[in-house]
Nanobody, 119 residues
Framework: QVQFVESGGGLVQPGGSLRLSCAAS????????MGWYRQAPGNQRELVARITTGGSTNYADSVKGRFTISTISRDNAKNTVYLQMNNLKAEDTAVYYC??????????WGQGTQVTVSS
């Protein structure tokens, strides 16, 4: 069982910034990667950014240079990752989901946090 605590979403004006956080805990071992995906109404869920425990990162082309994912930190059995989002655009509006991928290929999702970019 995996528990997620996601926070940091909200309403921001174009050009603004938000920082999402995700803490995953539970009875699991051997994390391969943590990351963020997003889903806008009518669209499929898409990768935003992901980082492996080895430090390798993947970003969607649309967010490169604007978003930065942190390394995975572990403290008191919680594995935490942050997504710093700068120069936000209206097209970044979506529900953002934290993802945990284990080395066993088991895949877990957070409950999602809404990001709305609007003037």
């Amino acid at each position: 069982q995996v528990q997620f605590v996601e926070s940091g979403g909200g309403l921001v004006q174009p050009g603004g910034s938000l920082r999402l956080s995700c803490a995953a805990s539970g009875s699991f071992f051997s994390i391969y990667a943590m990351g963020w995906y997003r889903q806008a109404p009518g669209n499929q869920r898409e990768l935003v950014a992901r980082i492996t425990t080895g430090g390798s990162t993947n970003y969607a082309d649309s967010v490169k240079g604007r978003f930065t994912i942190s390394t995975i930190s572990r403290d008191n059995a919680k594995n935490t990752v942050y997504l710093q989002m700068n120069n936000l655009k209206a097209e970044d509006t979506a529900v953002y989901y934290c993802n945990l991928l284990l080395r066993t290929s088991s895949n877990y999702w957070g409950q999602g946090t809404q990001v709305t970019v609007s003037s």
